[in-house]
């Protein structure tokens, strides 16, 4: 059975940092892209971040760049999501997920999901 678990979401202060991690087992995911998404109260859920299966090619969606960094440990099966000068608008469920193409995790479209991590950023 495949699982994506989620870890490392809290609360922190506006301009604080976190690291999400996403742990996966039931198969060995070395050759799917990566990433993660995220769902704020009331709105739909977006794209934050890809990371293809070698590591070597990433995608950010416009308000992460530069403050997040997505990153992956074949060894482990897990995905990690660097999250620096975090603002209160970064509140949000946070959801990795799998799929053998990173320009489909673009799209929305990923094979697994996970269940989600909350991050809450006070201002």
């Known amino acids: 059975q495949v699982q994506l678990v989620e870890s490392g979401g809290g609360l922190v202060q506006a301009g604080g940092s976190l690291r999400l991690s996403c742990a996966a087992s039931g198969r060995t995911f070395s050759r799917d892209a990566m990433g993660w998404f995220r769902r704020a109260p009331g709105k739909e859920r977006e794209f934050v971040a890809a990371v293809t299966w070698s590591g070597g090619s990433t995608s950010y969606a416009d308000p992460v760049k530069g403050r997040f960094t997505v990153s992956r440990d074949n060894t482990k099966n897990t995905v990690y999501l660097q999250m620096n000068s975090l603002k209160p608008e970064d509140t949000a469920v946070y959801y990795c997920?799998?799929?053998?193409?990173?320009?489909?995790?673009?799209?929305?479209?990923?094979?697994?999901w996970g269940q989600g991590t909350q991050v809450t950023v006070s201002s």
């Open positions: 997920a799998t799929d053998p193409l990173i320009a489909r995790l673009r799209l929305g479209r990923a094979e697994y």
